[in-house]
T-cell receptor, first 115, second 115 residues
Framework: AQSVTQLDSHVSVSEGTPVLLRCNYS??????LFWYVQHPNKGLQLLLK??????LVKGINGFEAEFKKSETSFHLTKPSAHMSDAAEYFC?????????????FGQGTTLQVKP | GAGVSQSPRYKVTKRGQDVALRCDPI?????LYWYRQALGQGPEFLTY????????KSGLPNDRFSAERPEGSISTLTIQRTEQRDSAMYRC?????????????FGNGTRLTVT
């Protein structure tokens, strides 16, 4: 069975400092992994995805994530936080190897950015 | 429209009533997914369609929940005899095809409150 665990329910950083949101996954096959962001009263937006190509994945808005099979991790990072990054972030694994639409979401990490 | 449209945005209903939630996917998108998101949790898969065919309904919690997509476009998620535990954000997503690596586009959701 596939699952993801987001290790922090809440992360607070100061504007301009690095962001690290941690995620560990469990999968019985080579997984597809994603990070989604949810701003208040908005839909879920795809930040980036890993699908067995390069292990370092670059996404939108300066975010990137590194797939580490040995650690079963897929942490999300950004060198410098911006106020507009404040949102809820979800680490996601595909539930099926053939259908990347049936997704399994982590419980989410709320990112707070302080001025 | 340009994105996935869900209606209504907010629905308040009394326990025992039936509700119908509507999803209008991006034009031309073959696959349509329904997810449910409880407060403080990540979205959970409910069901999905390819064209008008319901491919997987394993996530529907019980037989009070049903979904249809009769013409392969607009979908309706129906909850009969609503209960307070049904209160959640219901999210619809569509993708161009049910294939590996086809991204999901989420709507803004319908927030259902059962009183």
């Amino acid at each position: 069975a596939q699952s993801v665990t987001q290790l922090d329910s809440h992360v607070s950083v100061s504007e301009g400092t690095p962001v690290l949101l941690r995620c560990n996954y469990s999968s019985s096959y080579s997984p597809s992994l994603f990070w989604y962001v949810q701003h208040p009263n908005k839909g879920l937006q795809l930040l980036l995805k890993y699908t067995s190509a390069a292990t370092l994945v670059k996404g939108i808005n300066g975010f990137e994530a590194e797939f580490k099979k040995s650690e079963t991790s897929f942490h999300l990072t950004k060198p410098s936080a911006h106020m507009s990054d404040a949102a809820e972030y979800f680490c996601v694994v595909s539930g099926l190897s053939s259908n990347t639409g049936k997704l399994i979401f982590g419980q989410g990490t709320t990112l707070q950015v302080k001025p | 429209g340009a994105g996935v449209s869900q209606s209504p945005r907010y629905k308040v209903t009394k326990r025992g009533q039936d509700v119908a939630l509507r999803c209008d996917p991006i034009s031309g998108h073959v696959s349509l997914y329904w997810y449910r998101q409880a407060l403080g949790q990540g979205p959970e898969f409910l069901t999905y369609f390819n064209y008008e065919a319901q491919q997987d309904k394993s996530g529907l919690p019980n037989d009070r929940f049903s979904a249809e997509r009769p013409e392969g476009s607009i979908s309706t998620l129906t909850i009969q005899r609503t209960e307070q535990r049904d209160s959640a954000m219901y999210r619809c997503a569509s993708s161009l095809a049910e294939v590996y690596n086809s991204p999901l586009h989420f709507g803004n959701g319908t927030r259902l409150t059962v009183t």
